[in-house]
């Protein structure tokens, strides 16, 4: 480890986060850091600003990390070692899923990808459905409209759709122009 690089990358806005160990608190769960502004759910690379900022960071204040070093973790890419996660998932109606697709197609509606066209009999009828409105937004049961609610498309633009930029997420329309812009 460099200790001047070190040093210097305290006064740095941004940082790399690694996850070395679990720690077992209910004060960083992600129902907790929910009520601290954290929108949607984690799927990447995120900015840590304002309130879930200072909240993470109160925890590296008091010493958690205490014992970590660069050192300590390993320099080789093992990958594979099997751990057991809890998530929490909101539920999704399978009905609506298909009411979706037959009203739209298995096309992806922002590009107009279709996987059996492109891959044959392995891609027939694969497509992610997107809701429109993310659920972790409505916070809670609803009716959903397979039509009004729900969009059919290709698993990279529906990853894109739940990335964020600027602290907001990409609407279809937006994504539509970029890709029609390029």
Request: aromatic letters at 10%; one cysteine or more; glycine letters at 6%.
């Amino acid at each position: 480890m460099d200790e001047e690089k070190y040093k210097k990358s305290r006064e740095y806005d941004y940082t790399r986060i690694r996850l070395l160990d679990e720690i077992d608190t209910p004060e960083l769960s992600l129902a907790k850091l929910r009520n601290y502004s954290l929108k949607g759910n984690i799927q990447g690379a995120m900015k840590l600003k304002g309130e879930l900022h200072d909240y993470i960071m109160s925890f590296f204040e008091h010493g958690l990390t205490e014992g970590y070093y660069p050192e300590e973790v390993s320099k080789g890419l093992e990958e594979g070692k099997r751990k057991t996660i809890n998530v929490s998932v909101y539920e999704r109606n399978p009905l609506a899923r298909k009411q979706c697709m037959d009203f739209y197609g298995v096309q992806c509606q922002i590009y107009n990808f279709n996987f059996e066209e492109k891959y044959g009999e392995v891609g027939k009828d694969f497509i992610h459905v997107h809701h429109i409105v993310p659920l972790h937004q409505i916070q809670g049961d609803y009716k959903v409209d397979p039509i009004k609610d729900l969009i059919p498309v290709c698993p990279n633009c529906h990853a894109l759709l739940h990335r964020m930029e600027s602290g907001s997420y990409l609407s279809v329309e937006q994504l539509k122009e970029r890709i029609k812009n390029n």
